[in-house]
């Protein structure tokens, strides 16, 4: 049976069904493993009151071996009535008319959050002295800023074409070198700022999160992220001025490369983070390393307006070690957890997460992450997986 969406609320049946996409290269590792993973932890929680039927949909180069086409519109169809699904990572086609195929389900389902919340293991060795002060939740815009796609390459008859417009009818008198440049745009809006930054304030009230800070370049560029400030300072003044006057949440803001700085410094200053999708970018990374690295961080891309989620690993296809048993399951196991907890299904979530912190604090992981531990064990992806079941199947 499908989730729903009845006015503000999602509507999630006993016995759920969740298309899933396999994924490129490591995928037909990282995903068997997780659901595994998921269905043990859904059956320890709820007794067999509750369940997830997995349905696969195709994408990527399986999608193209079965039918020529890289994103069959089957594909499109099932997140679309299905609100909620997840996927491992998928190869770039190179060449076929496709710029990325996540960037087009993002587009198709209008998912303008990438949600990617960072915490530290204990026992997860990290580059930073005291990772466990590293706990914040990134909401990224994920449909406008420079990343929205229009650029014109230096030398084209495009480019040509801007610099005359920029130059005759806009004025614009500060390119440096006219003839060598090429030329991108940065839309940013009042809309897609609002949505961004009113998800972010209600993610951090719903989950009793002290903070929201709005992280941009805005001394620099005064309209496109200094908008982004602007308007979400007034969005909050206006739609949360009883939970800020009531002390519920704090809104903040700071320069992107101070925050940088900061968040290797005093990390325990921050909470939930909203930002552009540019800065997005280079926070989630650089977060994700200071707690151990690409194996292990979650994501999500959602319309909290339609209920649309897509669940995703955050690292790429990984061909150098596909085919192993070598690759770390964390990033698609821990994106699980952020789908049942979006389903409400939190025990199944809690569970899941306590049986990985004690894994890694018993310093058993894939050897990515154990080769580094100092009471490390390193394990399969399998073997891996096997570790956490018997240690969910522990639970009370
Ligand atoms: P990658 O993330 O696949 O690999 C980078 C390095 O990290 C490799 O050495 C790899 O072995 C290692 N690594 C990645 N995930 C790991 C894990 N879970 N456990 C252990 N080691 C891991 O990035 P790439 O090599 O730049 O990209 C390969 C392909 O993946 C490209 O086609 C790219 O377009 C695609 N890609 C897809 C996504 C996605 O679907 N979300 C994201 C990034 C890249």
Redesign the pocket.
């Known amino acids: 049976m499908k989730v729903q969406k009845q006015g503000e609320k999602l509507i999630v049946p006993d016995q759920v069904t969740i298309p899933f996409i396999e994924g490129d290269g490591?995928g037909a590792e990282i995903t068997p493993v997780s659901q595994k993973i998921v269905n043990e932890a859904v059956k320890t929680a709820y007794q067999g009151k509750r369940s997830i039927e997995w349905k696969e949909v195709l994408a990527g180069e399986k999608a193209f071996k079965a039918t020529g086409n890289w994103l069959p519109d089957e594909t499109l169809d099932a997140f679309r009535e299905h609100l909620v699904g997840i996927k491992g990572?998928?190869?770039?086609p190179i060449g076929e008319g496709i710029r990325s195929l996540?960037v087009a389900l993002r587009q198709t389902l209008d998912l303008y959050v990438c949600l990617r919340p960072v915490r530290w293991f204990k026992g997860v060795v990290s580059p930073i002295k005291e990772p466990q002060k590293v706990d914040m939740v990134i909401f990224r815009e994920n449909t406008e800023d420079i990343y929205a796609g229009i650029e014109w390459q230096q030398g084209t008859p495009e480019a040509r074409k801007f610099l005359r417009f920029l130059k005759d009818e806009m004025g614009v008198t500060k390119i440096r070198f006219e003839d060598t440049s090429a030329f991108g745009v940065k839309p940013v809006s009042i809309e897609g700022t609002e949505r961004l930054v009113r998800s972010a304030i209600e993610y951090a009230l719903e989950n009793h999160l002290p903070s929201v800070t709005l992280v941009h370049k805005g001394n620099i560029m005064k309209y496109t992220e200094g908008g982004f400030k602007k308007w979400g300072y007034a969005l909050a003044e206006r739609e949360f001025a009883k939970e800020l006057s009531e002390g519920k949440i704090i809104i903040n803001d700071v320069i992107a490369d101070a925050f940088l700085q900061n968040t290797l410094l005093t990390p325990e200053k921050y909470s939930v983070i909203a930002t552009l999708n540019l800065n997005g970018d280079y926070i989630s990374d650089q977060l994700a390393a200071m707690v151990g690295g690409?194996?292990i961080a979650p994501g999500a891309n959602i319309n909290y307006l339609s209920g649309h989620a897509i669940f995703?690993?955050?690292?790429?296809?990984?061909?150098?070690?596909a085919g192993q048993n070598k690759?770390?399951p964390s990033?698609l196991i821990l994106s699980s957890v952020m789908l049942l907890e979006y389903l409400g299904w939190k025990e199944a979530a809690d569970l899941t997460t306590k049986a990985m912190e004690e894994a890694f604090i018993n310093g058993e992981a894939?050897t990515?992450l154990a080769r580094f531990m100092p009471n490390g064990k390193p394990l399969g992806t399998i073997e891996f997986g096997e570790t956490i079941i018997k240690k969910l199947r522990l639970e009370p």
């Open positions: 490591v990572p998928l190869t770039t996540n690409i194996g995703e690993a955050t690292h790429g296809t990984a061909p150098d070690i690759v770390n990033s894939t990515d």
